[in-house]
T-cell receptor, first 113, second 113 residues
Framework: GQQLNQSPQSMFIQEGEDVSMNCTSS?????WLWYKQDPGEGPVLLIA?????ELTSNGRLTAQFGITRKDSFLNISASIPSDVGIYFC?????????????FGTGTLLAVQP | EAQVTQNPRYLITVTGKKLTVTCSQNMNHEYMSWYRQDPGLGLRQIYY???????DKGDVPEGYKVSRKEKRNFPLILESPSPNQTSLYFCASSFRRNIQPQHFGDGTRLSIL
């Protein structure tokens, strides 16, 4: 099945550092979504992007929908220990009877206090 | 409280023994979907449903069935489970297919021996 290229696979940083991760695809998406998953739980939506070029913030998180509609990035500023988890990007394709959500392979973030 | 509820949370069973994982949402959402999560592969969409009696295949539908007889419920059926279906499964729902973000359940861990 189709997958997104998400990088980096993992990051080990110090508390207070900024973090950046991104996703790329050969396909165009209608919507880009960023999720965080904590151990033993389902993904939780962080940011949703609906238009090419859109830049959206949610607290210390900022994400952008690439102009080409084939990529997106997520930045976390001033990281804190509770930012630890796995971050997934997802691209949504819809139209007619189709509605599919394609996930990246995830970025594991570890934050050392 | 808005919830997506999956049952069971954990199941160990044997090859060939039919099983059903239930999913129920209390938000009157139209769109529901099932994913499986495997190490290194992220989440992959199995089936989705745009509304009652409307279902369609995702990226990895082989070996699975679904039904959507009521808006709130979207069970995942494994008619003859095999070991390669050992995975962590998530159900998700959205209000509308192209606007609202997805709400995920807490997951069902299936082990097929």
């Amino acid at each position: 099945g189709q997958q997104l290229n998400q990088s980096p696979q993992s990051m080990f940083i110090q508390e207070g550092e900024d973090v950046s991760m991104n996703c790329t695809s050969s396909s165009i998406f209608n919507t880009w979504l960023w999720y965080k998953q904590d151990p033993g739980e389902g993904p939780v939506l962080l940011i949703a992007l609906y238009k090419a070029g859109e830049l959206t913030s949610n607290g210390r998180l900022t994400a952008q929908f690439g102009i080409t509609r084939k990529d997106s990035f997520l930045n976390i500023s001033a990281s804190i220990p509770s930012d630890v988890g796995i971050y997934f990007c997802a691209g949504q394709v819809y139209g007619g009877a189709t509605n599919k959500l394609i996930f990246g392979t995830g970025t594991l973030l570890a934050v050392q206090p | 409280e808005a919830q997506v509820t999956q049952n069971p949370r954990y199941l160990i069973t044997v090859t060939g023994k039919k099983l059903t994982v239930t999913c129920s949402q209390n938000m009157n959402h139209e769109y529901m979907s099932w994913y499986r999560q495997d190490p290194g592969l992220g989440l992959r969409q199995i089936y989705y449903s745009m509304n009652v009696e409307v279902t369609d295949k995702g990226d990895v539908p082989e070996g699975y069935k679904v039904s959507r007889k009521e808006k709130r419920n979207f069970p995942l059926i494994l008619e003859s489970p095999s070991p390669n279906q050992t995975s962590l499964y998530f159900c998700a729902s959205s209000f509308r297919r192209n606007i609202q973000p997805q709400h995920f359940g807490d997951g069902t861990r299936l082990s097929i021996l």
